[in-house]
T-cell receptor, first 118, second 113 residues
Framework: AQTVTQSQPEMSVQEAETVTLSCTYDTSESNYYLFWYKQPPSRQMILVIRQEAYKQQNATENRFSVNFQKAAKSFSLKISDSQLGDTAMYFCAFMKQKGNSGNTPLVFGKGTRLSVIA | DTGVSQDPRHKITKRGQNVTFRCDPISEHNRLYWYRQTLGQGPEFLTYFQNEAQLEKSRLLSDRFSAERPKGSFSTLEIQRTEQGDSAMYLC???????????FGPGTRLLVL
């Protein structure tokens, strides 16, 4: 079975600064995907960024980028130029690839609560 | 594309009552997932469908829980004889399969008194 560990229950960052959230995972699968989701207070889960395990290049989405270290099974999220609207719970998630159909249930970490301070 | 919708958004019930939640996925998404999220935790998988077929059920899904997706469109999750431990946020997500990500609805928050 797959497990996802987020070792930082809470973090804070000053507005406009950079912050990195950690995630490690354990799997024996070779084909899988990794995701970061954001859940603002009392609002729905939003996809932030995704990474295919077969790709060596780290994914980026505007101010969000990942550092994917496959051998170390590490998948950290870097948020640059932090904004007040980035305040949220951030969840790291793992999805194994199933044949050609791809999509299987997500396995989530416990989350990191990020507060951006003005 | 109106996103995933869930109804109701909040439900308060007494222990022992039955409740039913509905999820409408993004149109043309053939996969639909149910997750449960308790306070301070990440979502945990319950069950998922490809079209109308229920492909997998988690061990979390006791026999008091049943899910359906008639005609491969919306889905319902029913909890019979609710218990206080069922209090949680119930999340629905959909995807188009393949390598696509899952997109979540706003959730139904259940409180069992």
């Amino acid at each position: 079975a797959q497990t996802v560990t987020q070792s930082q229950p809470e973090m804070s960052v000053q507005e406009a600064e950079t912050v990195t959230l950690s995630c490690t995972y354990d799997t024996s699968e070779s084909n899988y995907y990794l995701f970061w989701y954001k859940q603002p207070p009392s609002r729905q889960m939003i996809l932030v960024i995704r990474q295919e395990a077969y790709k060596q290049q780290n994914a980026t989405e505007n101010r969000f980028s990942v550092n994917f270290q496959k051998a170390a099974k590490s998948f950290s999220l870097k948020i640059s130029d932090s904004q007040l609207g980035d305040t949220a719970m951030y969840f790291c998630a793992f999805m194994k690839q199933k044949g050609n159909s791809g999509n299987t249930p997500l396995v989530f970490g416990k989350g990191t609560r990020l507060s951006v301070i003005a | 594309d109106t996103g995933v919708s869930q109804d109701p958004r909040h439900k308060i019930t007494k222990r022992g009552q039955n409740v039913t939640f509905r999820c409408d996925p993004i149109s043309e998404h053939n996969r639909l997932y149910w997750y449960r999220q308790t306070l301070g935790q990440g979502p945990e998988f319950l069950t998922y469908f490809q079209n109308e077929a229920q492909l997998e059920k988690s061990r979390l899904l006791s026999d008091r829980f049943s899910a359906e997706r008639p005609k491969g469109s919306f889905s319902t999750l029913e909890i019979q004889r609710t218990e206080q431990g069922d209090s949680a946020m119930y999340l629905c997500a959909s995807s188009s399969g393949g390598r696509q990500a899952q997109y979540f609805g706003p959730g139904t928050r259940l409180l069992v008194l």
